[in-house]
Each structure stands twice: as C-alpha cells, then as structure tokens.
C-alpha cells in the first residue's frame, strides 16, 4: 500500500513539513506567551491527532480506531492547513510545492487511499 521507501520518505518529509509549518505560523501570528503556546501546542495537537486516530491494520497501532474515509479526511485536512499556513505566512511559492508534493504522494499511494476507502 503505497510503501515504495521514496513514496514513505516523501510521506515521512510531508508531515516533518506539516508540523514545522504550523509552528512557525504560530510563531509569526502571536506574541507574548502565547507565541509559544502556538509554537509548540499547534504542532503537538497535530501530531497527537495523526498519532491517535488510525485504522486498523494501516502500519502502526490504532489507539483510537476509526473509519478509513475518517483517517483520510484527517490527513488530508492537515495536510491543507499546513498549506493554507504557509501561503499566509508569504511562503506562496513554497505552499504550491507542497501542496503539489502531497498531491503526488497520494496518487504515488492511490491503493493505500482506496484501501482507506473501502476501510
């Protein structure tokens, strides 16, 4: 299921990518203490999200087990905030990559996605 190790590093580089995004959107949005609760509470409640919502049997336990369409949503829902924060941190050039890098590495992974959909 989309486990070609370029596709999994991409996939592993993409989410590195997702998380540092919303930290420094964080970071340049707040000031005072909040700035570091941003900084540091975004990128963790994201990777608590990615983390604890999973379907069972995709690779990895599934401490809270849900619907493939359900996991599907969620990736693809951080996936696009961590765009959407990139464009509105003046980064536009840098967001259509990533946002073009993400929509090849789920095409690279369409029988993981139809997995997910039939899950």
């Known amino acids: 299921m989309g486990s070609h190790p370029i596709n999994l590093a991409l ?20 000031e005072g203490w909040m700035r570091f609760v ?3 509470g975004l990128p963790a409640l994201a990777a608590a999200l990615w983390a604890t919502f999973r379907v069972p049997g995709d690779p990895g336990a599934a ?10 949503a969620l990736e693809l829902g951080l996936f ?21 890098l993400v929509v090849l590495h789920y095409i690279a992974s369409y029988d ?8």
């Open 80 to 100: 696009a905030i961590a765009t959407w924060v990139l464009y509105t941190n003046q980064a536009v050039t840098l967001a259509w990559i990533f946002g073009a």
């Open 112 to 119: 993981r996605v139809l997995w997910l959909l039939k899950q």
């Open 38 to 40: 941003l900084v540091f």
């Open 11 to 30: 996939r592993f580089l993409l989410e590195i990518g997702a998380l540092l995004a919303l930290g420094v959107w964080g970071w340049q949005k707040s």
């Open 63 to 72: 401490p809270v087990a849900v619907p493939g369409l359900l996991r599907l």
